[in-house]
Structure formats: structure tokens, C-alpha cells
């Protein structure tokens, strides 16, 4: 599966610390659940990735 192919999956999300000091990305969805946990600064990077998708997600859009 590739960024632009769309799919019919629905899934709940859920960001949060751990008690281990981690950034937990909690994925769950009807066939599967997906604990991803990173560390602070790799949470930072993402969340730095994220902001620079939406912006450019944003160009995309047709302007009204």
C-alpha cells in the first residue's frame, strides 16, 4: 500500500507518554492494534513531519 492508494480501513488513534518515558502512537482498528512507541526526540521529528505534510496537503487543496 502506498501514501496515495486509498483504502477503506477505519482506525482510532491515540497519542500519548508511556511510563517509560516514550511517545506512544496507539493504532487500533477491527483486524489489528499497533503500539509504536519512540523516543522524545524521534516523537519531535515526526511531529515536525506531520506539520510540513499538512502544509503541503494544504497547497494541494483547490483554493475557494
Not at 477491527?30 to 519531535?44: I, K, T
Amino acid at each position: 500500500m502506498s501514501i496515495n492508494k486509498p483504502n477503506e480501513i477505519a482506525a482510532n488513534l491515540q497519542i500519548g507518554p508511556t511510563d517509560q518515558g516514550m511517545v506512544r502512537l496507539y493504532i487500533e482498528a477491527p483486524q489489528f492494534q499497533l503500539p509504536l512507541d519512540f523516543d522524545p526526540d524521534e516523537a519531535m521529528e515526526i511531529a515536525e513531519e506531520l506539520v510540513a505534510a499538512a502544509n503541503k496537503a494544504r497547497e494541494i487543496l483547490p483554493k475557494d
